[in-house]
């Protein structure tokens, strides 16, 4: 997929939600996901560059699930 940005991320406690919802946005149209990224992240900005800034990660030990 040749993946650069993150732009989309959502955080599950258990891996089995986290699969659950994978399936359900893999299922869903290009359109759906472009409307749900857009309202995570209106600026499409690159959210790994910004996770120092915002603190997207800490150590806490959840499962993210990314959309590619």
Same mark, same amino acid.
């Given at each position: ?14 891996? +089995? #939600?986290?699969? =659950?919802?994978? *399936? ?11 409307? /749900? &990224? ?6 499409? +900005? #690159?959210?790994? =560059?910004?996770? *120092? ?11 993210? /699930? &990314?959309?590619?």
């Amino acid at each position: 997929y040749n993946v650069t940005e993150l732009v989309y991320f959502e955080e599950f406690e258990r891996m +089995e #939600d986290a699969i =659950k919802r994978e *399936k359900q946005l893999k299922a869903g149209s290009r359109g759906k996901k472009i409307n /749900l &990224i857009s309202g995570f992240n209106p600026k499409w +900005e #690159d959210l790994f =560059k910004k996770s *120092k800034e915002i603190n997207l990660y800490d150590q806490r030990d959840e499962f993210r /699930l &990314i959309i590619e």
